[in-house]
């Protein structure tokens, strides 16, 4: 079983729809990452979490430690939104040099006009 | 504009070739980072660095090496390219334990 699990694999949505994106991980950790990859293959970060939420313009991320879970959300979405959405997972761990990211497969969503 | 720049972009080798990654930051970012990823997995470590002068192997190191001479710059190399390391590969760096990262546009690799 990976650590950290996306679900679902692929979304499709309408234009203007509410999305969901959500991340479980099983592991302890000491942040979460959301990330976006476009078409094309550039990878941006979105959102660094340890506890609560944040927001971003139409996204919002939030994060609940005790279950080991978070979610992406994106209101009014658009079709510019269409990418995979990544989450990573941050541990600490003494002999690995303090850190290691482990990146769960990816959320390819498509926003159809 | 401030970033991660990688370069080539896209290579294609035949096995045997060996080639060098560059890894360009400019942010004065103390660790630096080359991951490959391939279809339905996540991104995995290959090495890492959390200085100039330091290299460190990450999960899946084998076949690669590194180097960290300036800080600003990390190159991944392959002496001797196989099928198997075809994938896309970024870099990506950090201030340090727990921030936020910045990648680079990636390299695809192809070799044949």
């Known amino acids: 079983k990976n650590e950290v699990e996306q679900s679902p694999q692929n979304l499709t949505a309408q234009e203007g729809e509410f999305i969901t994106i959500n991340c479980s991980y099983s592991?302890?950790?000491?942040?979460l990452h959301w990330l976006q990859q476009h078409p094309g293959g550039g990878i941006v970060s979105l959102f660094m979490l340890s506890s609560g939420k944040k927001k971003h313009g139409r996204l919002i991320a939030t994060i609940n430690i005790q279950e080991k879970h978070s979610s992406l959300h994106i209101t009014a979405s658009h079709p510019r939104d269409s990418a995979v959405y990544i989450c990573a997972v941050l541990q600490l761990i003494s002999n690995f040099g303090n850190e290691k990211l482990t990146f769960g497969t990816g959320t390819r969503l498509t926003i159809i006009p | 504009n401030a970033g991660v720049t990688q370069t080539p972009k896209f290579r294609v080798l035949k096995t045997g070739q060996s080639m060098t990654l560059l890894c360009a930051q400019d942010m004065n970012h103390e660790y630096m980072y080359w991951y490959r990823q391939d279809p339905g997995m996540g991104l995995r470590l290959i090495h890492y660095?959390?200085?100039?002068?330091?290299?460190a192997k990450g999960e899946v190191p084998d076949g690669y090496n590194v180097s960290r001479l300036k800080k600003q710059n990390f190159l991944l190399g392959l002496e001797s390219a196989a099928p198997s390391q075809t994938s896309v590969y970024f870099c990506a760096s950090s201030y340090g334990t727990g921030d936020g990262y910045t990648f680079g546009s990636g390299t695809r690799l192809t070799v044949v």
């Open positions: 592991v302890g950790i000491s942040a």
């Open positions: 660095s959390v200085g100039e002068g330091t290299t």
